[in-house]
């Protein structure tokens, strides 16, 4: 069933999340709504890659609410909420390596059973997304660019049609023209109806390309609205200035162009 415009589709709610008896997250809100791209910026150890985990359930909430397409999953298994549609990318692409493309794209279809009209339709929408998966289905995985691998990545996520995918860095390490690819990939998953959320380091260049956005510091989120509105507010440098107020070694790491 799908959310009404008007319901996000995923909300947390006054999340506190962390690990063990550290706490990192404390009371944070987002929402990401239907069809859009929403990006998630702050410094290292600000506590993005911690949401993303608390929202896929790899780490349970201690306190707060999520919601996914009108179902309650605070403290769901990982497994019951990929089902229902919401998949993670986690940092560093984890690929077999020496298995083909096409091997690694139809692990992304593990412990689903579909028919092969449903399996080709996807596996046709994949290759639509990115041709270049098509040209290099029979290569090794560990043949491809960092960009190419990116996009396998991405891929075989999309074998099991998520509602919304969440990205955590999906241009780490990549060379600027492979960040452009990366993010005209995440832009045709916008148009085919899929909403994101994007943690990414290229700061200037995901808000560029974001509907929504947040700006997280030390576990909690100190700004959120339309990615133009962020972008041109003081959230952004109060988030990436050390504690004594000069610039942070760890980032945000502008365009060159
Ligand atoms: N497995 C873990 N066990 C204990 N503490 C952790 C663990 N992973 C992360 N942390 C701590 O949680 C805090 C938030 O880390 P997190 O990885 O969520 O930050 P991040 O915003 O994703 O940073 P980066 O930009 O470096 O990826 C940091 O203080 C980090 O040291
Ligand atoms: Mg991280």
Do not use: C
Not at 11 to 16: C, F, I, T, W
Not at 169 to 178: K, Q, T
Not at 207 to 220: K, T
């Amino acid at each position: 069933m799908k959310a009404p415009p008007s319901l996000p589709l995923l909300s947390a709610n006054k999340v506190d999340a962390g690990y063990g008896h550290v706490r990192v997250l404390e009371k944070v809100s987002i929402d990401v709504r239907q069809g859009r791209i929403v990006v998630l910026v702050g410094r290292n150890g600000a506590g993005k890659s911690t949401l993303l985990r608390a929202l896929s359930g790899l780490n349970r909430p201690t306190s707060g609410t999520i919601t996914f397409d009108r179902r309650d999953i605070t403290g769901a298994r990982p497994n019951a909420i990929v089902g229902a549609g919401l998949l993670h990318v986690a940092e560093g692409r984890r690929l077999f390596r020496r298995q083909s493309v096409t091997d690694n794209i139809e692990l992304g279809r593990y412990g689903l059973r579909l028919t092969e009209q449903e399996h080709d339709r996807r596996v046709n929408r994949i290759h639509e997304l990115f041709p270049i998966l098509q040209e290099k289905r029979d290569l090794p995985a560990g043949s491809l660019s960092g960009g190419q691998q990116q996009m396998l990545a991405i891929a075989q996520a999309m074998m099991r049609e998520p509602k919304l995918l969440m990205l955590d860095e999906p241009s780490l390490g990549l060379a600027p023209v492979l960040v452009d690819q990366v993010l005209a990939a995440i832009l045709s998953l916008r148009a085919q109806g899929v909403a994101i959320l994007l943690v990414e380091q290229m700061v200037e260049r995901a808000l560029e390309i974001a509907d929504d956005a947040y700006v997280m510091q030390n576990g909690r989120v100190i700004a959120g609205g339309l990615a133009a509105d962020i972008a041109a507010g003081d959230a952004l440098q109060a988030a990436f200035m050390g504690e004594h107020g000069t610039p942070d070694h760890s980032g945000p790491r502008w365009s060159v162009s």
